[in-house]
């Protein structure tokens, strides 16, 4: 067992007797392409913001099929730096050793998707906590070789690319249960060697296979910022391209952008990263931010520091 992460039960096969079933009278969600929310680790740290959150997720997850990713670098970060154990990135992806594998599985998995599941769970959502190695949802081989924005060839050590294909069954079974899948960014090779995963990098590219009706990808930024610090409210592949090769793009939203063209490419309908440090009902509809598809999202505001508020 990974060091810091805590055991879970083992969990009924979904479409058993053990799982509840909705009313014969509700719309059966299979039968609708789900939302894949991503939530960004920053905003689940303080008690009011995740059950803001919570609230808000739990009302989207009782009127249509929701699954909700989530990181926790940040969480990370802080028990690395109580470790010892030093941080190195490139684009936004964790450079993982065998040392920081170690803290990434037991923060995430034990930690951070354990809290959300029981908020959410509080806030009357029937979550169901998993990482990408449960039922292999999300396949990943070793990325031994990555190729930088700038060119250069890093090894980022125990990290996994996705390389599923189709519709992940544990997911849309558990979804025509009626429960919502929320996903710990840790999955693990065809060896069983556990591997680190990016949040967004996941997202995508469960939106992909899923066939998403919308993937937002929600953090601490209101959106995708120009270098004025404003809002650019719309962005195509050549905006994303712009971006990335011109160094516009901070190293955490490059893997946000490549994330969301994934998603796209796969056929995920909507696609929009959005500003979620204010939790209210209704916020990932009126949320600031940048859609990669469709009309621009309403607003602009620039890029406040982060706040606790509700």
Do not use: W
């Amino acid at each position: 067992m990974v060091a810091g992460a805590t055991q879970r039960p083992a969990r009924p096969v979904a479409g058993g007797s053990n799982y509840p079933r909705r009313a014969t009278s509700e719309v059966e969600p299979a039968a609708v392409a789900p939302t894949i929310i991503k939530l960004g680790g920053e905003l689940l740290e303080t008690p009011a913001r995740l059950r803001g959150l919570a609230r808000a997720l739990a009302a989207i997850a009782a009127r249509e099929p929701l699954v909700v990713v989530h990181g926790g670098g940040r969480e990370v970060d802080a028990e690395m730096a109580r470790l010892g154990i030093a941080k190195r990135a490139v684009d936004g992806l964790r450079i993982t050793d065998a040392a920081t594998l170690e803290v990434v599985a037991g923060v995430l998995a034990g930690r951070v998707n354990t809290r959300l599941v029981a908020a959410l769970g509080v806030a009357g959502a029937r979550a169901v906590g998993l990482t990408g190695a449960d039922a292999r949802l999300a396949p990943v081989r070793r990325e031994r070789r990555y190729r930088s924005a700038d060119g250069q060839s890093v090894d980022l050590g125990y990290v996994g690319r996705p390389v599923g294909e189709g519709p992940p069954t544990l997911l849309t079974d558990l979804l025509a249960a009626g429960y919502t899948p929320v996903v710990a960014s840790l999955s693990a090779a065809a060896t069983g060697q556990v591997l680190n995963v990016n949040a967004d990098t996941l997202a995508g590219d469960l939106a992909a296979r899923l066939k998403a009706r919308r993937l937002l990808i929600a953090g601490s930024t209101a959106g995708v910022l120009d270098e004025a610090g404003k809002t650019i409210p719309a962005l195509d592949d050549a905006g994303i391209d712009t971006l990335i090769r011109g160094g516009q793009a901070s190293a955490g939203m490059v893997a946000k952008l490549l994330a969301c063209r994934a998603a796209l490419a796969g056929g995920a309908g909507e696609v929009a990263i959005l500003d979620a440090r204010r939790p209210r009902q209704g916020m990932f509809e009126q949320a600031v931010g940048t859609k990669l598809a469709g009309r621009p999202m309403t607003g602009g505001a620039g890029n406040d520091d982060i706040d606790g508020s509700n």
